[in-house]
């Protein structure tokens, strides 16, 4: 999302690792702020940091165990969604 003026309201990024990791992620040429959401291999939440804003660049955010995914959504989108550690996340394809 670098570089971009915004996101689409029901959009968002999948970053999909090959293997669990302490993947960090870091606000460098970001424009406005997500939320970022870190997932396991079961596709459950590990961790979530909301509101990640520009400013907070260059703190690299890292969850507390490994992830295998990292979701970025418009800030407030977790809030709204009531998205919380443990919640089981799933890909519906051609959603």
Do not use: H
Request: glycine share 6%; proline share 9%.
């Amino acid at each position: 999302l670098s570089d971009r003026a915004s996101l689409a309201a029901d959009a968002g990024l999948l970053f999909i690792f090959p293997q669990p990791d302490y993947i960090g992620i870091w606000m460098k040429d970001m424009n406005f702020p997500i939320d970022v959401i870190w997932l396991d291999s079961t596709m459950k939440v590990i961790y979530i940091v909301p509101n990640m804003t520009p400013e907070s660049y260059p703190k690299v955010y890292t969850p507390t165990s490994p992830a295998a995914y990292v979701l970025e959504v418009n800030a407030g989108v977790a809030a709204r969604e009531n998205i919380k550690i443990g919640d089981q996340a799933k890909i519906i394809p051609g959603v």
